[in-house]
T-cell receptor, first 116, second 112 residues
Framework: GAVVSQHPSWVICKSGTSVKIECRSL??????MFWYRQFPKQSLMLMAT?????????EQGVEKDKFLINHASLTLSTLTVTSAHPEDSSFYIC????????????FGEGSWLTVV | LAKTTQPISMDSYEGQEVNITCSHN???????ITWYQQFPSQGPRFIIQ???TKVTNEVASLFIPADRKSSTLSLPRVSLSDTAVYYC?????????????FGSGTRLQVQP
């Protein structure tokens, strides 16, 4: 299957700082990318949907000014958690799909964020 | 958006066949059905995808009835390493801007 890669796999940052997570589609062009967060033993919660070259569409309750999403190219989307707080600590997962991937959405490995 | 419903958990023993059913009553004409497997601290991994009838690959089979309002993932002869959470996802990609929401998933526990 197609490959979606996230970086970093885990990151620790101080409260009040910003952290960026990258999501790359390695072998297909991702016209649409999705960002999720997941708490232990819970399902994935969709945060936002982004189409290449457009502003992201955020789910209800997700602060767009806090979780900045950029999808500037067909192979890269970034999620920046601004002014991070301990409650932002979570597992963040991206997924991607496009014409090249048919009707299949592929997921990245996930990124653990710990805010101290 | 097609909402999905799955059993919260299932238990099985090594070597048995496991069938996990997902209900998606409001599936749209262009929606595909995809199943994923997730281990702790990892992203979901693609297992199988189908539109109707039956699909089989090297790891699983997917059964979809004619009305497409449900689907069943079949895992033949499970092993301990199949202990994971399984999600069904109903969506289409050709319209691009389609939000994908997950149901609760099914936590499969395989015992020796």
């Amino acid at each position: 299957g197609a490959v979606v890669s996230q970086h970093p796999s885990w990151v620790i940052c101080k409260s009040g700082t910003s952290v960026k997570i990258e999501c790359r589609s390695l072998d297909f062009q991702a016209t649409t990318m999705f960002w999720y967060r997941q708490f232990p033993k819970q399902s994935l919660m969709l945060m936002a949907t982004s189409n290449e070259g457009s502003k992201a569409t955020y789910e209800q309750g997700v602060e767009k000014d806090k979780f900045l999403i950029n999808h500037a190219s067909l192979t890269l989307s970034t999620l920046t958690v601004t002014s991070a707080h301990p409650e932002d600590s979570s597992f963040y997962i991206c997924s991607a799909g496009g014409l090249d991937s048919g009707n299949t959405i592929y997921f990245g490995e996930g990124s653990w964020l710990t805010v101290v | 958006l097609a909402k999905t419903t799955q059993p919260i958990s299932m238990d099985s023993y090594e070597g048995q066949e496991v069938n996990i059913t997902c209900s998606h009553n409001n599936i749209a004409t262009n929606d595909y059905i995809t199943w994923y497997q997730q281990f702790p601290s990892q992203g979901p991994r693609f297992i199988i995808q189908g539109y109707k009838t039956k699909v089989t690959n090297e790891v699983a089979s997917l059964f979809i009835p004619a009305d497409r309002k449900s689907s069943t993932l079949s895992l033949p002869r499970v092993s301990l390493s199949d202990t994971a959470v399984y999600y069904c996802l109903v969506a289409q990609m050709d319209t691009g801007r389609r939000a994908l929401t997950f149901g609760s998933g099914t936590r499969l526990q395989v015992q020796p």
